[in-house]
């Protein structure tokens, strides 16, 4: 009876197997931690906007810039008319250091003399 297999056929085609099987894995893993990051970007996006609205209508409120981003989280305003407190800011994520922080779990910069706030995450202080 004739074999029609070698064996370096047979490791070849294991080695080609694998490196298959790896090429597909750092796909799947490359693809995954940029959605990650497109993701956290996003929230970014969404988080500066609302926390720069924030400082907006604190001015308007109380007629001048918060002095920090904690008092611009905490301060309570009524609206004309109504009796509930509402908030300039909802629903911040803050660390251990009380600071506000960004998707990458960063803390916000805070300009007290500008009213701007920035993103101290590399790459996205300029956002």
């Known amino acids: 009876m004739v074999e029609l297999r070698s064996p370096q056929r047979s490791?070849?085609?294991s080695v080609l197997l694998l490196f298959v099987f790896v090429?597909?894995?750092?796909?799947?893993?490359n693809s995954y931690t940029r959605?990650?990051?497109l993701e956290k970007e996003r929230s970014m996006i969404y988080e500066l906007t609302l926390l720069r609205?924030?400082?907006a209508t604190f001015n308007i409120v109380e007629?001048?810039?918060?002095k920090s981003l904690i008092?611009?989280?905490t301060a309570v305003f009524k609206l004309p008319g109504e009796g509930v407190n509402h908030r300039f800011v909802e629903r911040v994520n803050v660390n251990d250091q009380g600071k506000i922080i960004d998707p990458f779990n960063n803390p916000f910069a805070y300009n007290e003399s500008k009213g701007w706030i920035s993103s101290t995450t590399k790459n996205y202080e300029i956002w």
């Open 53 to 55: 609205q924030g400082v």
């Open 63 to 66: 007629k001048r810039l918060p």
């Open 35 to 37: 959605q990650q990051r």
């Open 11 to 13: 490791t070849l085609e």
């Open 23 to 29: 090429a597909i894995l750092v796909f799947m893993v």
């Open 71 to 73: 008092e611009l989280a």
